[in-house]
């Protein structure tokens, strides 16, 4: 896939020579020239199909399906209910007791700890250059400042309003950490980093939205030093019977925003590049009972009783993915 500068660079190119046909022509025409008219009607028409082609190049570059950017830009999913404290995710369960009703500091802490079964599998050190991918709102870039306090963390997401939240909401930390912390608009299929550049990468609950699992694995191998580590959590179908079966159940599937892919696809999608498995887990048993129990609490059942209904029938799990390269 193209790289955004030299994308840029193109419709730049692009750029000037429709530019330049255009006023080679309108010059031409203020002469009086009535004979070039058939000209320029030939030169507008080369202009529209170029710049037609360039958008579309654009788009094959950083494909924005229109739900998901409605989904995380304009509606931002972190309002909802089911999501508390500014994350957006199903959250990890497993020391939170679930035989009472639910609080919404619990809520938030489920959501912080499956953060922390992240960092635990990333053993940050002080000298990491880490990249979150799928940063939301970014409050996991602020836990990894303030916690471990590594050489840098930057938080990208492929919309531009979940990063201009996340500059907004952690202007502070962003301040107190100013040589470290920070956040970038780009996509898992064109990370905004030099080869070799991190030490560490990671994507929590963002991954069942990539275009491209393949694309994510190339990239995150360009970026990452030899040795470096992958830690990605997220949900995908259990096998292809389940994803057919998600495709009835769940309608963001086929709209083309949670992709739900099989997760055998995701695993080939990281061995084929070359990384290394340190290790696979499905941790579904402590995700979707927590966050099933919630939603009731809240009564914000309608969109994500399906979620619940999938894993308990087996089509869907929860996923954690430990890589090195
Ligand atoms: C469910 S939210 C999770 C946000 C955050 N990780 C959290 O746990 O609170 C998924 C995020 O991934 C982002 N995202 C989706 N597809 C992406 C892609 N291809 N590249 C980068 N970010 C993406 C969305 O914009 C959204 O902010």
Not at 22 to 32: D, F, Q
Not at 176 to 194: I, V
Not at 267 to 288: L, M, P, T, W, Y
Request: with cysteine; net charge positive.
């Amino acid at each position: 896939m193209l790289k955004p500068r030299r994308v840029g660079c193109f419709r730049f190119l692009c750029w000037s020579l429709s530019y330049l046909a255009k006023t080679k022509t309108s010059s031409r025409a203020k002469r009086g020239d009535l004979g070039n008219l058939n000209l320029i009607k030939y030169k507008a028409l080369l202009s529209a199909i170029f710049l037609f082609h360039i958008n579309i190049l654009h788009a094959q570059t950083h494909p924005v399906n229109k739900l998901l950017l409605e989904t995380y830009g304009t509606h931002d999913l972190a309002e909802k209910p089911a999501f508390q404290g500014g994350y957006i995710n199903f959250g990890y369960w497993k020391n939170i007791p679930l035989g009472k009703t639910i609080t919404t500091e619990e809520r938030i802490k489920a959501s912080q700890d499956l953060y922390q079964l992240v960092f635990d599998h990333l053993n940050i050190q002080k000298e990491d250059s880490i990249v979150e991918v799928g940063c939301g709102r970014g409050n996991g870039c602020v836990e990894v400042a303030e916690k471990y306090h590594p050489v840098s963390i930057t938080g990208v997401d492929i919309i531009p309003q979940q990063t201009n939240r996340a500059k907004r909401i952690h202007k502070k930390f962003i301040k107190r950490h100013a040589s470290s912390l920070s956040f970038q608009t780009g996509s898992s299929s064109s990370l905004p980093f030099s080869d070799n550049s991190q030490t560490k990468i990671f994507s929590i609950e963002a991954a069942q939205c990539f275009p491209s699992m393949k694309g994510f694995a190339e990239e995150a191998w360009r970026v990452l030093q030899p040795g470096g580590r992958l830690v990605v959590t997220a949900h995908f179908a259990t096998n292809e019977a389940g994803y057919q079966a998600l495709r009835e159940l769940i309608p963001t599937v086929d709209q083309g925003v949670d992709l739900l892919i099989p997760i055998e696809q995701v695993r080939s999608a990281f061995q084929e590049v070359g990384f290394k498995e340190v290790s696979f887990q499905s941790i579904g048993e402590d995700v979707f009972e927590g966050l099933q129990k919630w939603r009731l609490n809240v009564q914000d059942v309608k969109w994500a009783e399906n979620y619940f209904v999938s894993y308990k029938k087996g089509f869907l799990d929860y996923y954690l993915i430990v890589l090195e390269k």
